[in-house]
């Protein structure tokens, strides 16, 4: 399965919209975001989902979030461990000092509605 498969149609649709480059920062493990995670976060906005549906549940493969109107969390599902996400956060040059702080609060996302 490959990670972040839909990462160029949406980098070229955003640069399009937005009209500027955007940088990216891609986070090693340990981060343990999930879409189940963002999904019940209300500053959270879910922008793309690609899905599998079965009998007891739904299955994420990827997805994107968006946050702050223009910061963007791609979590695109790991072939080893089907639980784990790959994450890749992007987001205009002007924002690196509020994608720096996102990525400090990690572990309080995780615990709690912020």
């Known amino acids: ?6 990462e160029e149609k949406f980098l070229d649709f955003i ?3 937005k009209q500027q480059l955007y940088s990216i920062v891609e986070l090693s493990d340990g981060h343990s975001l999930t879409p189940h995670i963002l999904l019940e976060k209300p500053k ?3 922008y793309f989902l690609d899905t ?3 009998s007891d549940g739904v299955s994420y493969l990827d997805s994107i979030f968006l946050f702050d109107n223009d910061i963007y969390i791609y979590l695109s599902i790991n072939d080893s ?3 784990s996400f790959s994450c890749r956060i992007y987001y205009p040059i002007g924002k690196k000092k509020d994608v720096d702080f996102f990525v400090l609060n990690l572990k309080k996302i995780n615990k709690n509605g912020n």
Do not use: D, P
């Open 1 to 6: 399965m490959k990670k972040f498969k839909h």
């Open 15 to 17: 640069v399009e919209e």
């Open 44 to 46: 959270f906005s879910t």
């Open 52 to 54: 599998i549906q079965y």
């Open 81 to 83: 461990n089907l639980s």
